[in-house]
């Protein structure tokens, strides 16, 4: 897999991720996710999530909860290696009118030629004074 290939491979499996949490669909994040006890998620304001089936479990409860999954994401970068690669970002998570800023990092691994998710970590940005 050419770099260039390879870059717009796991760019389209980031977008595919989002993609799958605005559709609240909880049968495409599945197939996003590596599925062993390797995977591992933090939802801003949650634990650590260690393993597919928490994860699975955690996306299953969101998906059910109340509220809006909409997402402009900005400053997205991607970087890839052999079999490894990571997605940093903002989403701006749209709620009530407002955006509600969260930093992430999404990290990649390729597994028989595809690129699986194995690590989502998401927090909130907090309010910045003037000067900061």
Known sequence: MSDESALAAVTAANQA????HEARDLG???????????????????????????IEASWRAIF???????????DVVATVGQDIAWVTLEENLVDQG???????TNVFRLVDGEWR????????????????
């Not at 599925?35 to 304001?45: E, N, Y």
């Not at 059910?64 to 900005?74: D, H, M, V």
């Not at 407002?98 to 992430?104: D, G, V």
């Open 17 to 20: 991720f989002y993609d799958a």
């Open 64 to 74: 059910q909860g109340p509220g809006r999954n909409q997402f402009i994401l900005t």
């Open 28 to 54: 495409a994040m599945t197939a996003v996710w590596l599925h062993d006890d390797s995977a591992t998620c933090v939802h801003p304001g949650w634990p650590f999530l260690r393993g597919w089936t928490a």
């Open 117 to 132: 998710l194995v690590v989502h970590h998401a927090g909130p940005v907090l309010a910045q004074t003037a000067g900061e």
């Open 98 to 104: 407002s955006l509600a800023p969260i930093t992430a």
